[in-house]
């Protein structure tokens, strides 16, 4: 049975996209890993192939710029995503690339990404490594399946090898619901009891509240952060005007400070709905300036979670603290697991369902637990907020995370909080359809889907642009 933790699913990361940035920059990483320091210090040459999804949307999602910076040894998570252009810039002009800090090998990013529509058989999202050693062709194929996770050609799936099985081994949100009723414990004690074997409870709580962090730190940095996104498009960044009408043009010194004028404040229903938006287009719209973000589960829907979170300590719990924050991303990830296992993480496979859907399914379910729900109606609330995305097609215009994609990260929160209140209200005894059922309609929905609104930009809004108002 796969086995996923907490800090798979919920990764920090570099923007746009998870399955088209992240993923191929890890994937690069981890081909030098695998070469070893000795073929490295041989290394005489070394190309990228890109394929299908990653050719026919690469360039607005960054990947050749992603493979670049993988290769140069950068660490998504600490490296300074200020410094980017800077150190493309360097590589594109001196037409090199210097690995593991030492070998230096010629690279044209020209010339040495080469973007192929064709798809290969196993996932939308492929890559090849090409690499010269002693004159003899060595060649790694990698998927990016969604999510961050990177699979390599063969293997059997994406997830890391973890030497510990789980206490309350999960493939099925049946079995989560079992272990439930039969150990009288709530979600996120479940998936807490799984995590002590991977690592200490400090541990747990340190890099729960570390992603926490950067997820209040990208709400926070879009929220004053003005101007336009880049790209071509020239999609103005809202969320900061919008935060202004909302909190008025007061600086604060830190997002802390920021955090409590906000929760300080008396706000109706209309205004809520703002500031949820605006938390939502907030992150995403770093996310789409290659900003650092946390994959939740994607980089796409990056913004789903954090706004659903910060929705409920700054409006409905403002007393609440890390406790409430570990248990709701506890039960979010456990959720987006279930989908990862059954169904699908990237829009490459099964459309903006796949992202979009699934996390709002996984913050209806973290908040449902916080408002008091019971086991059984936090999967009511992840299957009530999916129902309502599934058939959501990918069609980013000009390959590019913004249009649509970061005004769906406030209908994906909105419908989450929305999918926990009607699960509150919602008789168990009278649920006609469960979340398993919802995750395997939703594959079944990705596989039934037209592969032009599979995030190829070939279908929908993406040719939009082309049209002729009448």
Same mark, same amino acid.
């Given at each position: 049975?796969?086995?996923?933790?907490?800090?798979?699913?919920?990764?920090?990361?570099?923007?746009?996209?998870?399955?088209?940035?992240?993923?191929?920059?890890?994937?690069?990483?981890?081909?030098?890993?695998?070469?070893?320091?000795?073929?490295?210090?041989?290394?005489?040459?070394?190309?990228?192939?890109?394929?299908?999804?990653?050719?026919?949307?690469?360039?607005?999602?960054?990947?050749?710029?992603?493979?670049?910076?993988?290769?140069?040894?950068?660490?998504?998570?600490?490296?300074?995503?200020?410094?980017?252009?800077?150190?493309?810039?360097?590589?594109?002009?001196?037409?090199?690339?210097?690995?593991?800090?030492?070998?230096?090998?010629?690279?044209?990013?020209?010339?040495?990404?080469?973007?192929?529509?064709?798809? %290969? !058989?196993?996932?939308?999202?492929?890559? $090849?490594?090409?690499?010269?050693?002693?004159? =003899? &062709? +060595?060649?790694?194929?990698? *998927?990016?399946?969604?999510?961050?996770?990177?699979?390599?050609?063969?293997?059997?799936?994406?997830?890391?090898?973890?030497?510990?099985?789980?206490?309350?081994?999960?493939?099925?949100?049946?079995?989560?619901?079992?272990?439930?009723?039969?150990?009288?414990?709530?979600?996120?004690?479940?998936?807490?009891?799984?995590?002590?074997?991977?690592?200490?409870?400090?541990?747990?709580?340190?890099?729960?509240?570390?992603?926490?962090?950067?997820?209040?730190?990208?709400?926070?940095?879009?929220?004053?952060?003005?101007?336009? %996104? !880049?790209?071509?498009?020239?999609?103005? $960044?809202?969320?900061?005007?919008?935060?202004? =009408? &909302? +909190?008025?043009?007061?600086? *604060?010194?830190?997002?802390?400070?920021?955090?409590?004028?906000?929760?300080?404040?008396?706000?109706?229903?209309?205004?809520?709905?703002?500031?949820?938006?605006?938390?939502?287009?907030?992150?995403?719209?770093?996310?789409?300036?290659?900003?650092?973000?946390?994959?939740?589960?994607?980089?796409?829907?990056?913004?789903?979670?954090?706004?659903?979170?910060?929705?409920?300590?700054?409006?409905?719990?403002?007393?609440?603290?890390?406790?409430?924050?570990?248990?709701?991303?506890?039960?979010?990830?456990?959720?987006?697991?279930?989908?990862?296992?059954?169904?699908?993480?990237?829009?490459?496979?099964?459309?903006?369902?796949?992202?979009?859907?699934?996390?709002?399914?996984?913050?209806?379910?973290?908040?449902?637990?916080?408002?008091?729900?019971?086991?059984?109606?936090?999967?009511?609330?992840?299957?009530?907020?999916?129902?309502?995305?599934?058939?959501?097609?990918?069609?980013?215009?000009?390959?590019?995370?913004?249009?649509?994609?970061?005004?769906?990260?406030?209908?994906?929160?909105?419908?989450?909080?929305?999918?926990?209140?009607?699960?509150?209200?919602?008789?168990?005894?009278?649920?006609?359809?469960?979340?398993?059922?919802?995750?395997?309609?939703?594959?079944?929905?990705?596989?039934?889907?037209?592969?032009?609104?599979?995030?190829?930009?070939?279908?929908?809004?993406?040719?939009?642009?082309?049209?002729?108002?009448?």
């Amino acid at each position: 049975m796969e086995k996923i933790s907490v800090f798979d699913m919920l990764k920090i990361g570099v923007g746009p996209s998870s399955s088209h940035t992240l993923g191929p920059w890890l994937a690069a990483i981890r081909f030098l890993d695998e070469l070893g320091a000795n073929r490295i210090g041989a290394l005489e040459k070394i190309s990228v192939h890109l394929y299908g999804s990653l050719a026919l949307t690469g360039k607005g999602h960054a990947t050749d710029l992603a493979v670049t910076l993988g290769l140069a040894g950068l660490d998504p998570v600490r490296f300074p995503v200020a410094e980017i252009d800077q150190v493309v810039g360097k590589i594109k002009e001196e037409k090199r690339l210097i690995l593991s800090g030492a070998h230096v090998v010629p690279f044209d990013m020209a010339t040495d990404i080469v973007f192929h529509n064709e798809f %290969l !058989p196993f996932h939308a999202n492929a890559l $090849r490594f090409e690499a010269t050693i002693d004159n =003899r &062709l +060595l060649t790694e194929t990698y *998927y990016s399946v969604g999510g961050g996770f990177v699979q390599k050609d063969g293997e059997a799936d994406a997830s890391p090898v973890l030497r510990e099985e789980f206490p309350f081994p999960i493939e099925k949100a049946s079995q989560l619901l079992g272990y439930c009723t039969r150990e009288g414990k709530q979600i996120s004690d479940i998936v807490w009891a799984n995590e002590l074997t991977l690592r200490t409870e400090e541990a747990i709580r340190e890099g729960l509240w570390d992603i926490w962090e950067v997820m209040q730190d990208s709400i926070y940095s879009g929220c004053h952060t003005g101007g336009e %996104l !880049p790209g071509g498009l020239r999609v103005k $960044r809202r969320a900061s005007e919008m935060h202004s =009408r &909302l +909190l008025g043009k007061d600086q *604060y010194g830190d997002s802390e400070t920021w955090l409590a004028a906000i929760r300080a404040l008396d706000v109706d229903f209309r205004s809520m709905l703002k500031w949820v938006s605006c938390f939502a287009l907030a992150v995403n719209e770093v996310n789409a300036a290659m900003g650092r973000v946390v994959t939740a589960p994607t980089n796409g829907s990056a913004g789903v979670i954090p706004a659903v979170l910060l929705y409920y300590l700054a409006f409905v719990h403002k007393s609440a603290g890390k406790e409430e924050v570990i248990r709701f991303l506890l039960v979010a990830s456990e959720i987006g697991s279930i989908f990862k296992k059954n169904a699908t993480l990237s829009a490459a496979m099964g459309g903006c369902q796949a992202e979009i859907g699934v996390s709002s399914a996984m913050a209806a379910a973290g908040l449902c637990e916080l408002l008091g729900g019971s086991p059984g109606q936090v999967l009511t609330a992840a299957e009530i907020a999916m129902e309502h995305h599934l058939g959501l097609t990918c069609d980013p215009i000009s390959g590019l995370v913004q249009v649509p994609c970061i005004e769906r990260n406030t209908m994906g929160a909105i419908k989450a909080i929305n999918a926990a209140e009607l699960a509150l209200e919602t008789s168990l005894e009278h649920t006609k359809v469960s979340l398993d059922k919802v995750v395997r309609t939703m594959w079944e929905t990705a596989r039934d889907m037209n592969g032009k609104y599979k995030e190829t930009s070939e279908g929908g809004l993406a040719l939009s642009v082309n049209w002729v108002d009448c």
